[in-house]
């Protein structure tokens, strides 16, 4: 089976857009593959960070890889920092790769806008690290959302650079594809339907958490950007807000697009919020009641992640053996 890798990182709770554009895909897929789900919490350190949440966000997120519907037959869920090779990886990986490359990323020119002086060298070496992650693996396929795909990119041209230059005649690490859907790919904030949902949006109204209880869920709803125009309809470039919020619609509800948009091609908001409203509150309860359940027994949730994390380092910790013998280090005897 091929393999597959992907990551959340554990900063404050999921949200729609990490739900529909990533985690609802692992699930769909995992049968046809061997996967590893990790949290990333080294990731999470590389913007300000409160020390006195951060293990419990990291629970947090594993418990709602389960819950989400996660298989422990076929995948592995583990936490990257108990698995000190992607640290190490991550160092001998940042010293082959360019800088300007770095330099270049998207989302690291626009989280540093947004954090000026303060931004540290770990937001720029950020994409190096989530190389390692998935190379360590040698997976053969990432499913993320769209805004990952650079990241990706930017993977593959390390890979090729360190073949080429460490493992010409036998490469060590395997190139990897991104998996990206394409609905859901880009779930967009409730207050502005031109930006992404992002869980550092400052507006906790700019998005719904997958946790959030149903009546918070029917506040956002009924206080999202909206337009005046009746009737509503999919991408339309002038109705950013009126495409997300179908979108959402469609995802949630599980029904095609054609349905949709014959459905509410006649509706005003006042019916469709209620609606949108239900149909999501539906389809998070569910989730949210087996969360509840998993955090009321801890004790399975520290099995499942130490099961994780043996599979994972027996694999990880091959891969990086590879990577040193490649470039010429002797071994700890
Ligand atoms: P993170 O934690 O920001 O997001 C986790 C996943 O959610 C997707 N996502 C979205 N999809 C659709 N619409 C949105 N508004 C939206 N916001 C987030 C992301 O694309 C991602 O798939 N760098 C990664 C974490 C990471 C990783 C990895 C991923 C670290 N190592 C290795 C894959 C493989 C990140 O910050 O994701």
Redesign the pocket.
């Known amino acids: 089976k091929q393999r597959v890798?992907?990551?959340?990182?554990p900063t404050g709770n999921l949200h729609l857009?990490?739900y529909?554009?990533?985690i609802r895909n692992w699930v769909e897929i995992q049968d046809q593959y061997d996967n590893f789900f990790?949290v990333?919490d080294l990731?999470a350190i590389t913007v300000p960070h409160n020390p006195a949440s951060l293990a419990a966000d990291t629970y947090t997120i594993a418990a709602l890889y389960l819950a989400c519907g996660i298989d422990l037959n076929h995948s592995s869920i583990f936490v990257q920092s108990h698995v000190s090779a992607h640290s190490e990886l991550a160092w001998l990986l940042n010293c082959i790769t360019p800088l300007n490359w770095l330099q270049d990323m998207i989302q690291f020119k626009e989280k540093a806008v947004k954090q000026g002086e303060n931004v540290s060298t770990g937001l720029l070496i950020y994409p190096v690290l989530?190389a390692a992650?998935?190379l360590l693996y040698q997976a053969d396929k990432?499913p993320?959302?769209?805004?990952?795909k650079q990241?990706i990119e930017l993977t593959r041209d390390i890979v090729n650079r360190f073949n080429h230059q460490f493992a010409k005649d036998q490469p060590v690490l395997k190139l990897p594809d991104p998996l990206i859907r394409k609905d859901?790919?880009?779930?967009m904030s409730l207050t502005d339907g031109t930006r992404?949902?992002?869980?550092s949006d400052p507006s906790e109204l700019s998005r719904i958490n997958v946790l959030d209880p149903p009546e918070q869920i029917a506040n956002k709803i009924k206080r999202c950007k909206t337009d005046p125009v009746r009737g509503l309809t999919f991408d339309d470039p002038e109705r950013p807000e009126c495409n997300n919020l179908l979108t959402l619609y469609m995802l949630l509800s599980g029904q095609t697009k054609e349905v949709v948009a014959a459905e509410c091609q006649d509706m005003g908001w006042g019916q469709f919020k209620p609606l949108l409203t239900e149909t999501t509150i539906n389809a998070l309860k569910p989730i949210q009641e087996k969360y509840q359940a998993i955090m009321d027994d801890k004790s399975y949730l520290e099995s499942v992640l130490r099961d994780g994390r043996e599979k994972a380092q027996a694999i990880a910790n091959q891969t990086l053996t590879q990577v040193k013998l490649a470039l010429g280090y002797s071994l700890p005897l």
């Open positions: 890798l992907s990551g959340v990182q857009g990490n529909l554009g990533a990790c990333v990731h989530m992650d998935i990432v993320v959302g769209e805004d990952q990241h859901g790919a880009r779930v992404k949902m992002s869980k």
